[in-house]
C-alpha cells in the first residue's frame, strides 16, 4: 500500500494532466481580428507581435458587401428573363422540315437528299436516334415521345412536318383496333403538332390497311381531323415503293395536307420508267452480320427453288412442315418457306427475315437475308450506319421507309412548293 505522500503527488499530477488537457482543447479568439487559436502559447505570441493586426468587419458586413457586387454586376450585364428567351430558327434558302417518328431516317434520309433541311428529327428509341446521330451530323435530333414536343416556335418557318406515325393499329396483320389503340391516337397529336408550327405542308406515311379499317370510316374520319376546318386541302394515295426505284413491293398510303392558301391542286409522283429487280442490288453487298436458319429449317429450305415457298416442297415434307392446320387453310401463305427470286423485287421487308409467314430466304444461299442486303433492298447506301445489335437493326431497317421512295416523294413536292 502506498504512503500518503505518494497519493498526494499522484493526485496532483492528475490534475495538471486535466488542466493541460482542458486548456489544450480551448480556442482562444483574438478580439482585434477574429483569428482563432487552439494553443493558448499561439494566442500569446500572435497579440504580443510588434505589428498589431487589423480588425476585420463583422459577417454582416461582409455579407452585405458580397451582395451589393452582385448587384452590381447584374446591373452592368442585365439578366434577361428566361421566359423570355426563344430558341432562334436558322433562316434559310433551302425547303426545311421537321420530322417526327422518324425511326432510322429513311423517311428524312430521302428528304435530305433531295435538298431539304431538317430542323427537328424527332423519335422515341434510342438506339434508332443513335442510328440518326451516325448518319446526320450537326442535325437537331431530339430523343422522347411526341406527346412532349412544342413546334410554336418554329411556326411560320416549315415547309412540310412529316412522319412515320406508327401504323400497327390499322395493320391488316394486326387485331385494327384504329384510334382506340393508343398508337392510333398518335395521329391525333400530330394534327396538334400541325396546328402549333403551321406547315405549309404535311405528310403522313401509313400501312395500306389504314384505307380498309372500318370500311374507310377511320380514314376519312382522319382527312376531316387534318383539314382543320378548312386550314389544309388534304389528299391520299397508295404508292408502291416498286414503282420508285426501289427493288421491293411495298404498298404505303401516303397522306398529304396543303395549306389552303397554297392554290395549286397536289398531285403525287408520277411512276419511274424504271424496273430494278434482286439482282440488280444483291451484288457486291458488304459483309454484315445475319440470322441462320437452324438445321432442320435449312435442310426444308434447300428443296425450295428459286423464286418458290412451301407449295413446292415434296408433298411428306410439305405435310411435316406446314402442319395437318396449315393445309386444311388451303391456297395462300405464299410468304411461308420463301426462297426470293434475283429476277423479281423483294416482296415486304419485315422485322426479321425469318418468321414463318413472312420468310425471306436468299435467291442463290440458303440462309436469311442478311443487314446490309436488307438495308440495300431498302435503298439506303452502303455508308449508312445502323447503331445496335443485329436484331435491332432487322428492326429499324425493316420499319423505314424505303429511301428511293421518300426521295421521290420529296423531289415532286419541292418542285410543287416553287423551290426548283
Given at each position: 500500500?502506498y504512503p500518503?505522500?505518494n497519493?498526494l503527488?499522484?493526485?496532483?499530477?492528475?490534475?495538471?494532466?486535466?488542466?493541460?488537457?482542458?486548456t489544450?482543447?480551448m480556442v482562444?479568439?483574438?478580439?482585434?481580428?477574429?483569428?482563432?487559436?487552439?494553443q493558448k502559447?499561439?494566442?500569446?505570441?500572435?497579440?504580443a507581435r510588434?505589428?498589431?493586426?487589423?480588425?476585420?468587419?463583422a459577417?454582416?458586413?461582409l455579407?452585405?458587401q458580397k451582395?451589393?457586387?452582385?448587384?452590381a454586376?447584374?446591373?452592368?450585364?442585365p439578366?434577361?428573363?428566361?421566359?423570355?428567351?426563344?430558341?432562334?430558327?436558322e433562316?434559310?434558302?433551302d425547303?426545311t422540315f421537321?420530322e417526327?417518328?422518324?425511326?432510322c431516317?429513311?423517311?428524312?434520309?430521302?428528304?435530305?437528299k433531295?435538298?431539304f433541311?431538317p430542323?427537328?428529327?424527332n423519335?422515341?428509341?434510342?438506339?434508332?436516334?443513335?442510328?440518326l446521330?451516325?448518319?446526320?451530323?450537326?442535325?437537331?435530333?431530339?430523343?422522347g415521345?411526341?406527346l412532349d414536343?412544342?413546334?410554336?416556335?418554329?411556326k411560320?418557318k416549315v415547309?412540310?412536318?412529316?412522319?412515320g406515325?406508327?401504323c400497327?393499329?390499322f395493320?391488316q396483320a394486326?387485331?385494327?383496333?384504329?384510334?382506340?389503340d393508343?398508337?392510333g391516337?398518335?395521329i391525333v397529336?400530330?394534327?396538334?403538332?400541325i396546328?402549333?408550327?403551321?406547315?405549309?405542308?404535311?405528310?403522313v406515311?401509313?400501312v395500306k390497311g389504314?384505307?380498309?379499317?372500318?370500311?374507310?370510316t377511320?380514314l376519312a374520319?382522319?382527312?376531316?381531323?387534318?383539314?382543320n376546318?378548312?386550314?389544309?386541302k388534304?389528299?391520299?394515295?397508295v404508292?408502291?415503293?416498286?414503282?420508285?426505284?426501289?427493288?421491293?413491293?411495298?404498298?404505303?398510303?401516303?397522306?398529304v395536307?396543303v395549306r389552303s392558301?397554297?392554290d395549286?391542286?397536289f398531285?403525287?409522283?408520277?411512276?419511274?420508267?424504271?424496273?430494278?429487280l434482286?439482282k440488280?442490288?444483291l451484288?457486291n453487298?458488304?459483309?454484315?452480320?445475319?440470322a441462320?436458319?437452324?438445321?432442320?429449317?435449312?435442310v426444308?429450305?434447300?428443296?425450295?427453288p428459286?423464286?418458290?415457298?412451301?407449295v413446292?416442297?415434296?408433298?411428306?415434307?410439305?405435310r411435316?412442315?406446314?402442319g395437318?392446320?396449315?393445309m386444311?387453310?388451303?391456297?395462300?401463305k405464299?410468304?411461308?418457306?420463301?426462297?426470293?427470286?434475283m429476277?423479281?423485287?423483294?416482296?415486304t421487308?419485315?422485322?426479321?427475315?425469318?418468321q414463318?409467314q413472312t420468310e425471306?430466304c436468299?435467291?442463290l444461299?440458303?440462309?436469311?437475308?442478311?443487314?446490309?442486303?436488307?438495308?440495300?433492298?431498302?435503298?439506303?447506301p452502303?455508308?449508312?450506319?445502323?447503331?445496335?445489335?443485329m436484331?435491332?437493326?432487322y428492326?429499324?431497317?425493316?420499319?423505314a421507309?424505303p429511301?428511293?421512295?421518300?426521295?421521290?416523294?420529296?423531289?415532286?413536292?419541292?418542285?410543287?412548293?416553287?423551290y426548283?
Amino acid at each position: 500500500m502506498y504512503p500518503i505522500t505518494n497519493w498526494l503527488k499522484i493526485g496532483d499530477r492528475i490534475h495538471q494532466i486535466y488542466t493541460y488537457n482542458r486548456t489544450s482543447s480551448m480556442v482562444h479568439t483574438c478580439e482585434t481580428c477574429s483569428k482563432e487559436f487552439k494553443q493558448k502559447g499561439h494566442y500569446e505570441a500572435h497579440k504580443a507581435r510588434k505589428t498589431p493586426c487589423k480588425k476585420q468587419p463583422a459577417m454582416e458586413q461582409l455579407v452585405e458587401q458580397k451582395v451589393q457586387e452582385a448587384l452590381a454586376r447584374v446591373a452592368a450585364n442585365p439578366i434577361v428573363p428566361i421566359a423570355a428567351v426563344v430558341v432562334p430558327v436558322e433562316q434559310t434558302s433551302d425547303p426545311t422540315f421537321i420530322e417526327v417518328c422518324a425511326g432510322c431516317g429513311g423517311l428524312s434520309s430521302g428528304f435530305m437528299k433531295a435538298g431539304f433541311k431538317p430542323l427537328l428529327l424527332n423519335e422515341l428509341q434510342k438506339t434508332f436516334c443513335e442510328t440518326l446521330r451516325l448518319n446526320h451530323p450537326g442535325a437537331n435530333i431530339k430523343q422522347g415521345s411526341m406527346l412532349d414536343l412544342d413546334l410554336k416556335p418554329f411556326k411560320g418557318k416549315v415547309d412540310i412536318l412529316q412522319g412515320g406515325v406508327p401504323c400497327q393499329a390499322f395493320s391488316q396483320a394486326g387485331e385494327r383496333k384504329g384510334l382506340e389503340d393508343p398508337r392510333g391516337k398518335l395521329i391525333v397529336q400530330f394534327n396538334r403538332l400541325i396546328n402549333e408550327c403551321e406547315p405549309r405542308m404535311f405528310l403522313v406515311e401509313n400501312v395500306k390497311g389504314l384505307t380498309t379499317h372500318e370500311n374507310g370510316t377511320t380514314l376519312a374520319n382522319i382527312l376531316t381531323l387534318f383539314e382543320n376546318n378548312g386550314l389544309y386541302k388534304v389528299y391520299h394515295k397508295v404508292l408502291n415503293a416498286k414503282d420508285y426505284d426501289v427493288p421491293q413491293k411495298r404498298e404505303r398510303v401516303l397522306i398529304v395536307g396543303v395549306r389552303s392558301s397554297i392554290d395549286k391542286v397536289f398531285t403525287y409522283p408520277e411512276k419511274s420508267s424504271k424496273v430494278v429487280l434482286l439482282k440488280d442490288v444483291l451484288v457486291n453487298v458488304p459483309p454484315s452480320p445475319g440470322a441462320v436458319y437452324p438445321e432442320h429449317k435449312k435442310v426444308v429450305m434447300d428443296l425450295v427453288p428459286q423464286g418458290g415457298c412451301w407449295v413446292d416442297l415434296p408433298e411428306d415434307v410439305k405435310r411435316a412442315y406446314m402442319g395437318e392446320k396449315g393445309m386444311a387453310a388451303g391456297g395462300g401463305k405464299r410468304g411461308m418457306a420463301r426462297r426470293l427470286s434475283m429476277n423479281e423485287q423483294c416482296l415486304t421487308l419485315t422485322t426479321s427475315p425469318c418468321q414463318k409467314q413472312t420468310e425471306r430466304c436468299h435467291p442463290l444461299e440458303t440462309r436469311p437475308l442478311n443487314v446490309r442486303e436488307y438495308a440495300r433492298i431498302q435503298t439506303f447506301p452502303d455508308s449508312y450506319v445502323f447503331a445496335g445489335g443485329m436484331g435491332n437493326q432487322y428492326k429499324q431497317i425493316g420499319n423505314a421507309v424505303p429511301v428511293n421512295l421518300a426521295y421521290a416523294m420529296a423531289m415532286h413536292t419541292k418542285k410543287f412548293l416553287g423551290y426548283v
